[in-house]
């Protein structure tokens, strides 16, 4: 084995991770069929309830993969055309020319051009992407709001165009996914969420997994810490939230042995077809949320460092949690880690996020989980 699992290095980057200021975390890594899995911190800063790695998680974006595997078994099964029109599935929620000009594929890859709904339906977050000027007042006023989707893309598409139909850098937008969700309800006839479940999910074999109805994580679960970039001091917990506001964009609970479970199905395409497979692996530059340009392609985006093998997945956050599952393009080694901070990096005096001793001992983490070695440390996610 090139780089076999070296337990006591795993343990000891996830325990730096700690105490560079993580409450709590937790991963699995494997490579085979050797299987490591550990944890370090807290689940609970109030009584000190240990963290475990068979925790359930809000995993975020991670959400967005499932999605798009689901889209495109429609797509296999015919019932959705990759290149053709939004407009000709939902003429009512995008409608005229961007209905006419935005294909399946340019909103399952992020470049439609529709704005991200998250600054309209969250009043304090409205001068995005002027961290500076916002605030978290808008997550404690609608923790236990029930969003209908279609309002929320209304509110993407009625915002000014973030860029032309098919153009790049394409721009990260949750907009994307809730039609996605939308067209998936118009060609199966039943919920977004019934369909992925059934098809995705349970398909997969994933025991842990689901996309809830409530504001609960049901089963043993961390509390999950927003610190909204210093504004909530000390940290607040969210781990009760209507996950309504994000659907099949992030609302997905998971674990760590699941989410590698489902990576690894998906690589080896048990999921999707092999063509379908290479068509989610077919990149284009796109904008993130933090403002990086990443490469991304149909719900699955790269990672990897110099010198070294390629890694597919991707990562996710809503408030307090925070996760990134990754498996290398052959299958072989697989890492997915949760955390239960997030938002950590405090604003400089230009208004960006300063560096946090986090950020270097999550990077070193992950170079040891993928790489089994500490040299050439990745970019970040």
Request: hydrophobic share 40%.
């Amino acid at each position: 084995m090139e780089n076999p699992l070296d337990s006591a290095a795993l343990n000891a980057a996830l325990e730096d991770v700690h105490r560079a200021g993580m409450p709590g975390l937790f991963a699995e890594v494997r490579d085979g069929d050797q299987v490591w899995r550990g944890a370090a911190g807290v689940a609970d800063v109030a009584t000190g309830r240990p963290v475990t790695a068979d925790m359930r998680h809000r995993v975020g974006s991670i959400t967005k993969t499932f999605t798009a595997a689901a889209v495109l078994q429609q797509v296999e099964s015919g019932q959705i055309g990759l290149d053709t029109p939004i407009g000709c599935y939902l003429p009512r929620l995008v409608p005229g020319e961007r209905g006419d000009a935005i294909t399946i594929r340019m909103l399952i890859n992020h470049t439609s051009g529709l704005a991200e709904y998250l600054p309209y339906a969250y009043p304090s977050f409205k001068a995005f992407p002027a961290l500076a000027n916002t605030g978290p007042q808008s997550m404690d006023d609608n923790r236990f709001t029930r969003f209908h989707p279609a309002e929320l893309i209304e509110m993407g598409v009625a915002a000014p165009a973030v860029g032309a139909p098919g153009g790049t850098p394409g721009v990260y937008s949750n907009t994307n996914y809730l039609l996605l969700g939308q067209l998936l309800e118009q060609v199966t006839g039943t919920t977004a969420e019934e369909y992925i479940t059934q098809n995705v999910i349970e398909r997969a074999g994933l025991r842990d997994t689901e996309l809830p109805v409530g504001p609960y994580v049901n089963g043993p679960h961390s509390r999950m810490y927003e610190a909204w970039l210093g504004m909530i001091d000390p940290p607040r917990d969210y781990s009760v939230f209507d996950m309504s506001f994000v659907g099949p964009a992030a609302s997905l609970i998971s674990t760590v042995a699941d989410l590698n479970r489902f990576f690894g199905m998906l690589l080896a395409g048990e999921i999707v077809s092999p063509s379908s497979l290479a068509q989610m692996q077919r990149t284009v530059p796109v904008i993130s949320q933090e403002g990086k340009t990443i490469d991304y392609g149909l719900g699955l985006h790269p990672m990897k460092a110099p010198g070294q093998s390629t890694f597919w997945g991707h990562g996710g956050t809503v408030w307090g949690a925070g996760a990134l599952a990754m498996t290398r393009a052959d299958g072989e080694r697989q890492m997915s880690l949760a955390v239960n901070l997030q938002r950590w990096n405090r604003l400089g005096s230009s208004g960006r996020p300063r560096p946090h001793p986090i950020d270097d001992a999550l990077a070193a983490f992950y170079q040891v989980a993928m790489y089994g070695n500490t040299e050439d440390v990745p970019p970040e996610e």
